[in-house]
């Protein structure tokens, strides 16, 4: 079994975060850790053996720990997560992210982020729930069961609008920005020096 901790072993959504500094880790670990159920790993292959279906973000100090495997991982299981590459502001870009945090990052700046690629994995597994179920309406409508038919069109109904719900934060240019962009807020915000 892997040396991996996890504060919460069986919750959806869970952020993994992969950095091999303690005391780094534990601070990033304490800012998600009111929104979102947490792992920790240490490095590459402890990343690895964490991943699961329940993991929608991987976060990442790019410098330290490698993402390859995970990735790989991500494809061989059809996992959806994202990731979130924490980098030195001098750092070429690295299309391997899916977001990308300067460091040092602040909190707000890191659980925003955090906060967008939830957004993105809750959206991508809801559409798949929709068009699944659209395959279902599509094949009741010809001689199904017109209750079944009346409850299924109830389920995508109400997917339908939780859909729209994730997709007006996933637009917004702005939020986008403030996610991933330069840092315009209040300078007071306590940040962690050392990441």
Not at 84 to 107: I, K, M, N, Q, S
């Amino acid at each position: 079994m892997s040396k991996t901790t996890s504060d919460v072993t069986m919750a959806r959504d869970v952020v993994l975060v992969c950095v091999p500094d303690d005391d780094r880790r534990r601070r990033i670990t304490t800012a998600l850790r009111e929104e979102w159920p947490v792992r920790t790993a240490h490095d590459e292959p402890e990343t690895v053996a964490s991943l699961d279906r329940d993991v929608a973000v991987l976060v990442v100090d790019a410098a330290e720990c490698a993402v390859e495997s995970a990735l790989d991982r991500r494809e061989e299981r059809n996992l959806r997560f994202e990731t979130a590459g924490l980098v030195a502001p001098d750092a070429a870009v690295d299309d391997r992210f899916d977001a990308r945090l300067e460091t040092p990052v602040r909190t707000g700046e890191l659980r925003a982020t955090v906060e967008r690629l939830h957004r993105r994995v809750r959206y991508d597994r809801l559409l798949d729930r929709y068009y699944s179920l659209a395959e279902r309406y599509a094949t009741l409508t010809g001689d199904g069961d017109p209750e079944e038919l009346a409850r299924v069109e109830g389920r995508l109904a109400d997917l339908r609008q939780r859909l729209d719900r994730l997709v007006d934060g996933l637009d917004d240019a702005d939020a986008f920005d403030a996610a991933v962009g330069d840092y315009d807020g209040d300078d007071d915000e306590p940040s962690f020096d050392d990441i």
